[in-house]
């Protein structure tokens, strides 16, 4: 079934139905307003990206400080070990020193006390039978 164009009605001339033109006009009105919004949009984004960027920067120098300024403490640290492992080191051998000459001392008393100094300054303990 085809449809007859002079049966067709035109509603051209009816109060309210926009004109071709109008139509266009509207839709130029959204898309331009539509641009607008994406225009402020984008300079947006662009903003927040050069925060982001500038964000990264400063968190990047903060980091290159702190690994220098752990660097610093890791060789700090060591030389603090080096020095109490010296340290630990000279006193074991001034502890060994002092111990010896102790031990010197105490033969050179006994010497002179009349003692034998290779005898054990302790009483033998009576043997028990063992059965």
């Known amino acids: 079934m085809t449809v007859d164009p002079l049966e067709i009605e035109d509603t051209s001339d009816w109060l309210g139905c926009p004109t071709e033109l109008e139509t266009c006009r509207y839709f130029l009105r959204m898309t331009e307003n ?15 990206i050069f925060g982001l960027v500038q964000m ?28 109490a492992t010296d340290i630990e080191t000279k006193s074991n051998w001034e502890l060994m020193a002092n ?33």
Not at 60 to 80: I, M, V
């Open 99 to 131: 111990s010896r000459h102790i031990s010197e001392l105490t033969l050179r008393i006994r010497e002179l006390s009349g003692e034998k100094p290779f005898e054990s300054p302790f009483p033998h303990l009576r043997e028990t039978s063992r059965t």
């Open 56 to 83: 990264h920067a400063d968190a990047a120098k903060e980091c290159g400080t702190l690994r220098a300024e752990l660097a610093k403490a890791k060789a700090d640290l060591a030389d603090s070990n080096r020095r």
């Open 34 to 48: 539509e641009m607008q919004e994406l225009t402020l949009q984008l300079r947006k984004a662009r903003e927040d």
